[in-house]
């Protein structure tokens, strides 16, 4: 939402904001008729959000620690504490652009590095933090700044306080409730601005809508969230949820969320979409004193406004030199996974727009906007392996979309703006192997993932991939030759059991009350399970130990055909925890207690289980750790 400072607004100051905002875009629509905004002159700038992780590559909320000693304006807050950006400045688009960004965020990463070490944590590059829980989620890790303050509130009241719900399906699904807009801060991305002229805007920002699915198809990053497996790009959907601010239901009216792919192709400008941005969406923040006086005039209150509508390829207003300018921001590709595999993802894009731009391609003409919609979930779902609708109205996988056309057009495209060949094949030519390899970010972490599935918990599993890409991005080698990750990534097994929710059983086989006996003893012998939840609407209500069910047997008050229910000899008064528990307070609990499992419960609603063999096995690790010492 930019860097300007940002307070509430209502009732005369809302309505202030408001004329202030529609008096700046028709001072923006007389600016572009009068040839005041630069045109023909193309730079590129970049933003780069990084995570920083501390024991057990866990997130570690300490920006502020960072920025003071970094004590360098390139760096900013993001609206959690273990985020921070990075934004290089502009250069225009030409030879050696490519290299000199690779280089330019080499130094950015080298000096946050070394900030954060000195603070005891560290830097890593992903688009979700695979480490990331729910339990991170919290206001308490948000960036005391008023403006991140004010924009939970202002989201919460358009809302009408009802809690934000992210529902998401892949490998896993995910069905989660939340009561404010921290999850926004599970995403991280590298996002690349493109200026462009204002009279050509139109066509241009429809061919960066156009390409925007193939281009995230082999970028995809950030395959994890919660430890559930997802879409390949997760950042899309979870991003447009966690700030949506729509009701929900078969019969409400149609409405744009606040973060979006768009509703259509533009064919009327910046203006447009900035009135598209006005109609559409409310007031969230107020920018302080207004600048009329400022020439060229900085147009805050627009920029403020537009700033808190997420468009995946947003528009923007900025001055360099003292000369009035528009880009294109590209905000869809993930951090990570490696610096060369950014700029290789943004020498495709640059190189797309160059290529169609100069072929005459007008999107709005040559394909439905459904499509290039549909094509852009799809990759965020899929990957490469999704099938998009083309210029030709047939569908075609993303892999040979991309090895076939849009690769080539891109080195195409490249020389056309004076890249070399050397410095195009060398950024494209990783684009080219991620693809035919099927390598990308997403696919490496899902490989690794599954690699180590039986050798460790899925918070060491976790923790093992985040400490992987964090070493190998220090390697400087793009991820499609990259190893696998391996256990001794994790940074130490006992990291990974200070809490019960980074070890206790997610997959959870409960029964009714009113179900047979007979069935809950088989779900416990087929599944070797010693205790068995008792749900009843959705309720956790009771629970069942093997050693009842064995008890019965002995004394003969179960077998043959005779059937009892399971509310006859379940255990109503269940003692339950919370996922954020330590696991010696769960410890001590079982022990006081005399119990051997604790169900462990979330909002009212049953989400894991530990027992005591889990606590035998923290144990192991101890001794095993103990005596090697």
């Not at 933003?47 to 304006?73: C, S, T, W, Y």
């Not at 490496?444 to 976790?462: F, H, K």
């Not at 119990?595 to 909002?603: E, K, N, T």
């Amino acid at each position: 939402m930019g860097r300007l400072d940002a307070r509430a607004v209502s009732g005369e100051a809302l309505r202030r904001f408001e004329v202030r905002l529609l008096r700046e875009l028709r001072q923006l629509d007389g600016m572009i008729r009068r040839g005041e905004i630069e045109e023909g002159v193309y730079r590129v700038g970049v933003e780069q959000e990084m995570f920083l992780i501390g024991d057990g590559h866990r997130p570690a909320p300490k920006a502020l620690e960072v920025l003071e000693e970094l004590d360098n304006p390139s760096f900013t807050t993001e609206i959690a504490l273990f985020n921070l950006e990075a934004n290089l400045p502009p250069m225009r688009l030409g030879g050696g652009l490519l290299r000199e960004t690779e280089r330019r965020l080499e130094e950015a990463m080298t000096l946050a590095a070394d900030a954060a070490r000195r603070v005891g944590v560290d830097v890593c590059l992903t688009g979700i933090l695979p480490t990331l829980r729910l339990s991170d989620m919290s206001l308490a890790n948000m960036t005391p700044l008023s403006r991140y303050r004010v924009l939970d509130e202002g989201l919460a009241r358009l809302r009408g306080h009802r809690p934000y719900t992210i529902r998401l399906s892949g490998a896993d699904d995910i069905r989660v409730t939340h009561d404010n807009v921290m999850l926004e801060a599970c995403n991280a991305s590298f996002q690349v601005h493109l200026q462009v002229g204002a009279a050509e805007f139109s066509r241009i920002y429809n061919l960066a809508q156009l390409v925007s699915a193939p281009i995230l198809a082999c970028a995809v990053n950030s395959p994890l969230l919660f430890g559930r497996r997802l879409w390949r790009e997760t950042r899309i959907g979870l991003f447009e949820q966690s700030l949506d601010t729509r009701s929900s239901g078969p019969n409400v009216r149609r409405r744009q969320a606040r973060g979006s792919f768009g509703r259509d192709w533009v064919r009327g400008g910046v203006v447009e979409i900035l009135q598209d941005n006005i109609t559409h969406h409310s007031v969230l923040l107020d920018a302080g004193e207004p600048d009329d006086e400022s020439d060229p005039p900085l147009l805050s209150a627009l920029t403020l406004h537009n700033g808190t509508v997420w468009r995946w390829n947003r528009p923007c207003y900025g001055i360099t030199n003292g000369k009035p300018h528009l880009r294109i921001e590209s905000r869809y590709l993930p951090s990570g996974p490696s610096l060369p595999d950014q700029v290789a993802n943004m020498a495709l894009w640059l190189g797309l727009m160059s290529a169609f731009s100069a072929d005459g391609v007008e999107p709005s003409e040559a394909m439905a906007f459904e499509d290039a919609a549909e094509n852009f979930l799809a990759a965020s779902r899929l990957g490469v392996r999704a099938e998009l609708t083309w210029l030709d109205g047939e569908p075609r996988p993303a892999r040979d979309l991309l090895l076939e056309d849009l690769i080539p057009r891109a080195r195409e495209g490249l020389a056309r703006k004076g890249v070399g060949h050397e410095e195009a094949d060398h950024y494209l030519g990783i684009i080219e192997e991620r693809v035919r390899r099927g390598r990308s970010g997403a696919t490496w972490m899902l490989e690794g993932l599954d690699r180590l599935r039986t050798q460790a918990s899925e918070s060491e599993r976790l923790s093992a991939i985040t400490g992987a890409a964090r070493r190998l991005q220090g390697e400087g080698q793009p991820v499609h030759r990259w190893e696998l990750p391996r256990l001794g990534d994790s940074g130490g097994w006992k990291h990974h059991y200070l809490r019960v929710e980074q070890y206790m059983t997610h997959d959870i086989r409960t029964v009714h009350p009113d179900e047979s006996v007979q069935r809950a003893a088989a779900l416990m012998e087929w599944g070797r399970i010693r205790h068995l939840p008792v749900e009843e609407d959705g309720e956790l209500v009771g629970l069942v130990s093997y050693r009842r069910i064995i008890k019965l047997v002995a004394e003969r008050e179960l077998g043959g055909d005779e059937t009892m229910p399971v509310r006859d000899i379940m255990k109503k008064r269940v003692v339950t925890i919370g996922p954020s528990t330590l696991s010696v307070e769960a410890i001590r609990l079982m022990n006081r207690r005399g119990i051997g499992c604790l169900p462990v419960v979330h909002d009212g609603e049953l989400v894991g289980i530990v027992t005591e063999h889990d606590f035998t096995l923290i144990a192991r690790g101890l001794l095993e750790e103990k005596l090697s010492e």
